[in-house]
């Protein structure tokens, strides 16, 4: 699933639910910009997905279609299929790095991240009995994640942890050149193999494993770090 379809599926139940919406509500709910709304709007009625009903422009409302209903149906049960393979992946990808992270002997995790991602990556912490040793957050960060204070990254104490799980990125690729700037955190990081952290995942029918290339973190140097995240997976 693109993020183009997303915003469909995303768009399409917006509207199933509140019909009177007004464009600018449904961007914000959406997180597009406005005329891009409008756009998706107009493309789902040229479809036949919606209708709009009213004559006044500040009083219209976009009505979903019985076909509107049976595609809303479809992108989400896609939408479910999608994020459960994801999530299998995800859970995959971690267990065989953290337990390659253990046999060193090294235990002590900190989470980047307090998403979904962040819970997943919690729950195979837990399951190699390894140690949460932190959770950070690079801003807007809640009090507390998991039972744990969230901390800035800059209040870490290094000696104190192990490796690092980077289970979300809200400023995108410039944050993460950040991270791997920083000579006390670049050799400890495992990069989540997602949408945004490491470039687009192949599609879902390839084979099993070929989600990304080999975390650098636990084998090569900074600059091989740099080179391999900022390159999209074969």
Do not use: W
Not at 106 to 132: D, K, P, Q, S, W
Not at 136 to 144: G, L
Request: some cysteine.
């Amino acid at each position: 699933m693109n993020a183009s379809t997303y915003r469909d599926m995303h768009l399409l139940d917006e509207l199933a639910q509140t019909p009177g919406t007004t464009q600018r509500e449904l961007a914000k709910r959406i997180g597009v910009a406005l005329g891009l709304t409008n756009l998706m709007l107009r493309r789902l009625v040229k479809k036949g997905y919606i209708k709009i009903a009213g004559t006044k422009r500040n009083r219209l409302r976009y009505l979903v279609t019985p076909t509107g209903i049976a595609e809303k149906t479809r992108l989400t049960y896609e939408y479910i299929e999608y994020s459960l393979q994801l999530y299998n992946r995800v859970r995959r990808f971690l267990r065989e790095q953290l337990e390659q992270v253990a046999r060193t002997g090294h235990r002590r995790i900190v989470l980047y991240g307090t998403g979904e991602m962040a819970e997943i990556a919690f729950l195979t912490i837990n399951e190699l009995r390894l140690e949460l040793a932190g959770v950070v957050e690079c801003a807007s960060r809640p009090e507390r994640f998991l039972g744990s204070p969230v901390q800035a990254v800059g209040e870490l104490v290094p000696e104190r942890f192990d490796r690092m799980i980077v289970c979300s990125l809200r400023g995108g690729a410039s944050e993460l050149a950040e991270l791997l700037a920083r000579d006390e955190l670049a050799p400890r990081l495992i990069i989540l193999p997602l949408p945004g952290l490491l470039g687009a995942l192949p599609p879902l029918s390839a084979a099993a494993g070929a989600i990304a290339p080999p975390i650098p973190a636990l084998t090569a140097s900074r600059t091989e770090a740099v080179e391999a995240v900022s390159s999209p997976p074969a």
